[in-house]
C-alpha cells in the first residue's frame, strides 16, 4: 500500500471522512491483511489512528514535495 490514499466514499463516516481527502497511512500489517487502511481521521480521537475498509480510499503516489508538505501538516 502507498504512504497516503485519498477517499472515496464517506457514506457511513461523514463526521469522521472527507470525501476527496488525502490520508497519510499508519503502518498496521495487520489492519492491511483484513482489507483495513489505518488513518488519523478527522475526528482525531484516535492517536493511532482508526481503522476503515480499505474499499473507502484509493492509493495514490505524490510528489517527494508534496508528501513532506502532508508529513509536516500531520505532524505539527
Do not use: W
Not at 503502518?27 to 482489507?35: E, S
Not at 484516535?46 to 473507502?56: H, P
Amino acid at each position: 500500500m502507498s504512504d497516503f490514499v485519498i477517499c472515496i466514499n464517506n457514506e457511513d463516516n461523514l463526521a469522521s471522512l472527507i470525501l476527496g481527502k488525502v490520508y497519510p497511512v499508519l503502518p498496521d500489517m495487520d489492519a492491511a491483511a483484513h482489507k483495513m487502511v489505518r488513518i488519523i481521521d478527522e475526528d482525531q480521537s484516535e492517536s493511532d489512528g482508526y481503522l476503515y475498509e480499505a474499499s473507502m480510499f484509493v492509493n495514490i503516489e505524490l510528489p517527494e514535495m508534496v508528501k513532506r508538505v502532508l508529513e509536516h501538516r500531520t505532524n505539527a
